[in-house]
């Protein structure tokens, strides 16, 4: 089993509720805080709830993937708008164990991840300790995003 942390977001329709459905079919050990935040990207859209999820999974990160895109599709993801645009849900896997993974369609660690609060703030809170392969430690990063502001 490898430890995972996923990235959850929704801005249409029950956030908090499509947030929370999403966690418990991923079968997270852990959510952190739901939070609200502006969107990102594609700013001209409503404003979004995040949170990221701990698991434990014996998938590959190719499956975990895959189970992702399939969770989203039965909470009623679409992706037909603008990328970053509006949508009921967005779960991105965010990192795998110590794992660096750079294959067409499937990047780990995230690639945007160091760059945005939103989701190194709930990792964060689920892992003060957790270290971000190719980045340095997760507290270090949100203190150099910080400082930027």
């Known amino acids: 089993m490898v430890r995972a942390y996923v990235g959850l977001g929704s801005n249409l329709g029950d956030r ?5 459905a999403a966690a418990e079919r991923l079968g997270s050990h852990r959510l952190s805080r739901i939070r609200e935040t502006e969107p990102w990207g594609y700013p001209d859209q409503p404003w979004f709830l995040n949170a990221a999820a701990e698991l434990e999974t014996g998938l590959a990160p190719r499956e975990l993937l895959e189970h992702l895109l399939e969770i989203e599709r039965g909470l009623g993801r679409t992706r ?3 990328r970053y ?19 067409p369609g499937l990047t780990v660690p995230h690639p945007r991840l160091a760059e945005r609060l939103f989701v190194l703030e709930p990792l964060f809170e689920l892992n ?8 340095g ?9 910080q400082s930027k502001a």
């Not at 645009?85 to 294959?103: K, N, Q, S, T």
């Not at 003060?128 to 980045?135: E, K, M």
């Not at 430690?137 to 995003?145: S, T």
């Open 128 to 135: 003060a300790g957790l270290f971000i392969p190719g980045h």
């Open 85 to 103: 645009g509006p949508r009921m849900v967005d779960l991105d896997l965010l990192l795998y164990g110590d794992l660096v993974v750079a294959e």
């Open 16 to 20: 908090e509720g499509t947030i929370l």
């Open 137 to 145: 430690p997760v507290g270090a990063l949100i203190r150099g995003l």
């Open 80 to 82: 037909n708008g603008p």
